[in-house]
């Protein structure tokens, strides 16, 4: 099944702090710490208020300042919650994500992506082709999750759009990053989700770069890496529909360089069965 959003294209969305209020935890998570205070002991993260330069370090930690692809790779795992049941490990994931950040005149930037995930067995690390289903016996066909399109949504200093096509009403939802820096790393926590179609979901996740390079202006996109944690329904080719329960993911990943440094695996695969589908420039969509 296709959905014409990216399931990673909200990062920061939804939380509703507002900007000021995402921005208000120091070093080690400690709130009010200032700017002159261990957050910015190093001068590595920008001051409290300076809502441009903390959107430009959104950008170099998620995507880039540069109009090219940027691409993360992640693998994970997906457990079943069903009842007071204990939690089974019933897939495991590989997969990318991939964004092209476009400026726009007005100061606000349009990100197109594109999200390609399959599912492998977890006692083998094998792609998937069927689902021996756990709960009812079942064996059924696997679809990858393809996911993305062109202008999906629109970034601005004080949160994201998606475009209409995505939401209809255009909502505003804010950035809830919350971001800390010790020793030699930063990271930002946030979470983003969806109430309604095409299916509820909650997403909390971390994302990490090194100290040293966020310092480097002229680094326009940092090799960063992420670990997060999915709540979703299950996926409809679960043959679950109905049935009581839900899904949990845990993935970790990291951006790359190029997609070339992806699995061989992986590349193969997506070459044979997605032709194209490993990049996110605006001109690669009809």
Not at 76 to 92: F, S, T
Not at 177 to 201: E, F, N
Not at 249 to 263: P, Q, R
Request: charged share 20%; hydrophobic share 40%; proline share 7%.
């Amino acid at each position: 099944m296709t959905y014409d959003f990216s399931r990673r294209a909200m990062l920061g969305g939804l939380g509703g702090l507002g900007l000021g209020a995402a921005l208000s935890m120091g070093a080690c998570g400690r709130p009010g710490s200032t700017a002159a205070g261990p957050l910015n002991a190093g001068g590595f993260l920008p001051e409290p208020g300076n809502r441009e330069a903390w959107f430009k370090a959104w950008m170099r930690m998620q995507s880039s300042l540069e109009e090219k692809d940027s691409p993360w790779w992640y693998m994970g795992r997906i457990y079943a919650q069903v009842g007071e049941a204990e939690p089974k490990h019933i897939v495991d994931l590989e997969g990318t994500e991939i964004y092209w950040a476009r400026p726009l005149d007005n100061g606000e930037v349009s990100i197109s992506s594109r999200t390609l995930t399959f599912f492998k067995d977890p006692a083998t690390g094998e792609m998937l082709d069927e689902f021996a289903n756990p709960y009812t016996g079942e064996s059924l066909p696997v679809h990858p999750n393809i996911l993305g399109g062109r202008d999906g949504a629109r970034y601005t200093l004080e949160g994201m759009v998606f475009s209409e096509r995505i939401d209809p009403a255009r909502e505003l939802r804010r950035w809830n990053w919350q971001w800390t820096h010790s020793g030699r790393h930063i990271w930002m926590m946030a979470s983003r989700g969806l109430a309604h179609m095409p299916q509820p979901w909650m997403e909390a996740f971390t994302m990490f770069c090194l100290a040293d390079d966020f310092a480097d202006p002229a680094i326009a996109s940092l090799r960063s890496s992420f670990s997060s944690t999915y709540f979703s329904p299950w996926l409809p080719w679960m043959g679950m529909s109905g049935r009581q329960g839900h899904l949990i993911w845990h993935s970790s990943g990291c951006k790359l360089n190029s997609v070339d440094e992806v699995s061989e695996g992986y590349r193969a695969r997506a070459d044979q069965l997605f032709p194209g589908q490993l990049t996110a420039n605006p001109e690669s969509f009809e």
